[in-house]
């Protein structure tokens, strides 16, 4: 397990959480291009700690999630941040084969969803229009 925290001046937050390194590191590169603090989780269980822990701060201001994660999967995840935080807008992410997935992450309250590998200007415009809210245009 890792935390990488990378703060952007007087910008929110979002959690990235991903086991699969590469992916996880483009994901994070674009959401500080556009003016995120970006903190990432390497599992769900971790990701699910890291949640619990926020309780004395702000929880955070976004998710991306992906939902092929080993021991907690991202549908578990997902389930327990609408029970929790329902306020907070989650990005799932999936590959190709995980389509029907995907549509369930929707039903069940995911804000967007990216199948991988996604280009970097779709990735941009769901950040934005999700995400609207928290950082204006850049």
Do not use: W
């Amino acid at each position: 397990m890792f935390h990488i925290t990378q703060q952007a001046p007087a910008s929110r937050r979002i959690l990235v959480i991903d086991h699969d390194d590469k992916a996880s590191d483009i994901v994070c590169e674009h959401l500080l291009r556009l003016g995120f603090s970006v903190e990432r989780e390497d599992s769900g269980i971790s990701g699910l700690v890291r949640i619990a822990d926020e309780k004395p701060r702000a929880p955070f201001d976004g998710l991306v999630l992906e939902l092929d994660l080993p021991v907690l999967g991202g549908m578990a995840i997902l389930q327990e941040m609408r029970e929790r935080h329902p306020e907070i807008p989650v990005i799932v992410t999936a590959t190709p084969g995980q389509i029907k997935r995907l549509r369930d992450a929707m039903n069940l309250g995911a804000k967007e969803y990216l199948v991988k590998p996604f280009d970097s200007e779709l990735f941009t415009r769901k950040c934005r229009r999700i995400f609207c809210d928290i950082i204006g245009p850049t």
